[in-house]
């Protein structure tokens, strides 16, 4: 009887590890993508993070492919002018970092 309980422990504890790993399943932005998405770092003029918003001015918002930007994992994209203001939740610091980084 206690072998059928702990079968039926092991079982409920990879259930679990599996369900923990399908929602832990976060995204990791491929930055480089991403820049490339925006025009190249040639078209990123200016970059902002405003909590989980990334914030880029661009020189030529006609070379943003925002379909590939949404397919990368970014909840939702406001345009304003040459403006675009990205959703990625906590990637939105890293990219920022990397931006800077290789601008």
């Known amino acids: 009887m206690t072998f059928e309980y702990l079968i039926i422990i092991l079982v409920f504890i990879i259930l679990l590890l599996a369900v923990l790993k399908i929602n832990k399943k976060e995204v990791k932005l491929d930055m480089n993508k991403l820049v490339e998405y925006l025009g190249g770092k040639e078209n990123i003029l200016n970059t902002e993070v405003n909590l989980s918003r ?35 939740g906590p990637n939105s610091k890293q990219l920022k970092k990397y931006i800077d980084e290789i601008k």
């Not at 006609?62 to 930007?69: G, L, R, Y």
């Not at 345009?79 to 203001?85: S, T």
Request: avoid cysteine; proline fraction near 0%.
């Open 54 to 88: 990334f914030i880029v001015t661009l020189e030529d918002i006609e070379k943003v492919d925002k379909d590939a930007i949404i397919s990368l994992g970014a909840k939702g994209i406001v345009e304003m002018g040459n403006q675009l203001k990205i959703i990625l």
